[in-house]
């Protein structure tokens, strides 16, 4: 079996600076996934593999922090051949194949834990997998020290849904209405009501899953709905990502193209920061 030389590594501080500076508007994000990392990496005997699920709506920082974590574990990313990404929609898109999805998931994670035992699985779209695939990877989320011969102890798992994307907001929408600060937003204030409401969302991935009743998910980490401040500072971001300089009335013109909710007072992005991209490029 060839060894793979991966530059395993994690600079917590470089990683809190990184989420810091990319990252806008996740306090809470940013806040659990240093401290679950920064835990998991210090652990030279960690019990079972670090479980995180990552929950809100479309284009509010999922993704994009799921890659930065990569990069931060292995110095290629998603590249990297120990960060593997599975999309719902594109490797599980048939409900009539379920078994085989659970017979190849198995093989593949075993696999690659073998061949690397601090591997990093990225799951998204989770909201969108046929309820009952996810499971077949308890036994490698569990507490076992071994499962056929191989650790899991050192791996890592990352859930992606849009599931609980409602609970978040309405939290979110109550704290703004109540006139506090979105930073003030506690994660007491949203992990129980979100591993309970995807628990028993049936479009979850997730729902009755032994994952969450066997309390195998290390941390839910809720994703906030962007305002029109953070949607502004995305625009920024991409001119500066592009070579250019910031003009502000080009920022203001994309912002304002974009699309916000709810109706009366229009405070969250629609569509997060996703679609500025490529409107920038009308620009
Ligand atoms: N909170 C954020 N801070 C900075 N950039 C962001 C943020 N959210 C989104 N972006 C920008 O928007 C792009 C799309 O976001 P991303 O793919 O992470 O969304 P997502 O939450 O995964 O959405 P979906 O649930 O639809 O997959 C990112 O690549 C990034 O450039």
């Given amino acids: ?29 940013t806040e659990v996934i240093l401290k679950a990392l920064t835990g998991f990496k210090n652990n030279k005997n960690p019990k079972k593999p670090l479980t995180l699920s990552l929950h809100g709506w479309a284009g509010t920082g999922k993704n994009f922090v799921s890659q930065i974590v990569a990069e931060n574990l292995h110095s290629k990313g998603l590249k ?89 907001t309405k939290t979110a929408l109550d704290f703004w209405r109540a006139g506090r600060k979105r930073e003030d937003i506690q994660l007491k204030d949203l992990e129980p009501v979100l591993s309970v409401g995807v628990f028993n969302n049936k479009h979850s991935g997730l729902w009755r899953s ?39 009335d080009i920022v203001t013109r994309v912002a304002e193209e974009m699309t916000f909710f709810p109706k009366g007072e229009k405070i969250y992005s629609d569509k997060g920061c996703k679609t500025v991209q490529s409107r920038l490029d009308f620009h």
């Fill in 1 to 29: 079996m060839s060894i793979f030389l991966s530059v395993l590594r994690l600079a917590p501080a470089a990683l809190k600076l990184e989420l810091e500076e990319k990252l806008f508007g996740q306090h809470l994000a």
């Fill in 80 to 168: 990297s051949n120990f960060v593997h990404l599975f999309v719902s929609t594109l490797h599980f898109p048939h409900e009539q194949h379920i078994k085989l999805y659970q017979d190849q998931l198995q093989g593949w994670i075993r696999g690659n834990v073998s061949a690397c035992a601090s591997s990093v699985f990225i799951f998204d779209e989770m909201d969108k997998l046929h309820p009952g695939v996810i499971d077949a990877i308890k036994p490698f989320l569990d507490y076992y020290e071994q499962v056929d011969g191989v650790s899991y102890r050192k791996a890592i798992f990352m859930f992606l849904s849009n599931a609980g994307g409602d609970l978040i």
């Fill in 210 to 248: 032994g994952l969450i009743d066997r309390n195998l998910i290390d941390y839910f980490i809720p994703f906030l709905p962007l305002e029109y401040k953070h949607v502004k500072m995305c625009v920024r971001a991409e001119m500066r990502a592009r070579g250019s300089a910031v003009d502000e």
